[in-house]
């Protein structure tokens, strides 16, 4: 069974960090560009960020830009996202997913979610 795990969310006061990652079981991620989503209460999901299967190339929100920054470690299987100086906006079920570098758009396999409360 292919599946896409997350795991670091929590709670953390404005200007605080998270680092999130993203396991794969039952699939080796590096055939795969892996992506970053997340969905505020009430708002679209949108995409946070994504990195080649390499790892050398990413696309990156402009809302998260200097803040946010996507890795790999192929060797463990693993996606990260570190996330630094975090804002109450940043709020949200974050999820990782195979996806699209160009156009950040995620697709077929996607985790069930982390959340993520930044507040004071």
């Known amino acids: 069974q292919l599946q896409l795990v997350e795991s670091g969310g929590g709670l953390v006061q404005p200007g605080g960090s998270l680092r999130l990652s993203c396991a794969a079981s039952?699939?080796?991620?590096?055939?795969?560009?892996i992506g970053w989503f997340r969905q505020a209460p009430g708002k679209e999901r949108e995409g946070v960020s994504c990195i080649s299967r390499s790892g050398r190339a990413t696309t990156t929100a402009d809302s998260v830009k200097g803040r946010f920054t996507i890795s790999r470690d192929n060797a463990k299987n693993t996606v990260y996202l570190q996330m630094n100086s975090l804002k109450p906006e940043d709020t949200g079920i974050y999820y990782c997913?195979?996806?699209?570098?160009?156009?950040?758009?995620?697709?077929?396999?996607w985790g069930q979610g982390t959340q993520v409360t930044v507040s004071s």
């Open positions: 997913a195979t996806c699209e570098v160009a156009t950040m758009t995620g697709y077929q396999y």
């Open positions: 039952g699939f080796t991620l590096d055939y795969y560009a």
